[in-house]
């Protein structure tokens, strides 16, 4: 079994975000808000996903590490919205690298871009 090689994953994961940077146009983080005060291991924050236009989450992080927190809103048709826009992030993910490459590594890219372009991270 070959061991895992930690520059080819940053290498393949930085492919990925590259060839998914057109995905970008259609989403955006409504209300971000950073909670710099609270931020230990991660970016405390909270936020109103859109896809296409329409609010379909509420994001955030507690600011104490682990994954991002997507809680889909209680709207008809939410949930496919979510769904088929995984699956674009994943498919065209796909072209560049053979490496996982999921909705919340695409999500976490775009919350450090909205914190940096909102200036509330140091």
């Not at 808000?33 to 991660?42: F, G, I, Y």
């Not at 609010?55 to 682990?66: K, L, M, P, Q």
Request: hydrophobic share 40%; glycine share 6%; with cysteine.
């Amino acid at each position: 079994m070959k061991p895992h090689d930690p520059i080819k994953f940053v290498r393949e994961y930085e492919k990925a975000l590259e060839v998914t940077m057109p995905l970008r146009n259609r989403v955006c983080l409504g209300q971000f808000v950073a909670h710099e005060d609270r931020s230990e291991e991660t970016l405390c924050f909270s936020a109103i996903l859109a896809v296409d236009g329409q609010g379909v989450a509420h994001i955030g992080n507690d600011g104490r590490g682990g994954c991002l927190d997507v809680m889909p809103m209680p709207k008809d048709g939410v949930m496919a919205v979510l769904s088929d826009f995984n699956r674009e992030v994943q498919d065209l993910a796909r072209t560049a690298t053979d490496q996982p490459f999921y909705l919340e590594s695409f999500l976490t890219a775009l919350v450090w871009d909205t914190a940096r372009n909102a200036r509330t991270v140091r």
